[in-house]
């Protein structure tokens, strides 16, 4: 089972990734084009993934929070699940 995954492989996700010293198991995208690539040395996963709910924590790591979160929800994510850090850690 994954432990950490970001939802959100842009800036934001390397910025949160460096702020923390932390690399998740996975980043997921809702951009198609990056799916199968890499960010950090970590695959770039559909948000399909998700769907199987073997999943221990999602940090939302893109600006665009409430629409992720919903989506998330919508997947069946329990809201306990899903940690949005401060917007500090997101930039550079």
Do not use: C
């Not at 996963?45 to 073997?54: A, H, Y």
């Not at 999602?58 to 629409?67: D, E, K, L, Q």
Request: no cysteine; proline share 8%.
């Amino acid at each position: 089972m994954p432990d950490v995954i970001y939802f959100g492989a842009g800036g934001g996700g390397e910025a949160y990734s460096l702020h923390t010293s932390k690399k998740p198991d996975f980043f997921v995208d809702n951009n198609s084009e990056l799916w199968g690539k890499t960010l950090l040395g970590r695959e770039i996963r559909p948000p399909s993934f998700l769907s199987d709910g073997n999943l221990s924590i999602i940090v939302i790591t893109s600006g665009y929070v409430s629409s992720i979160k919903r989506q998330l929800i919508e997947l069946g994510i329990p809201s306990q699940k899903i940690k949005i850090p401060p917007k500090a850690y997101l930039g550079k």
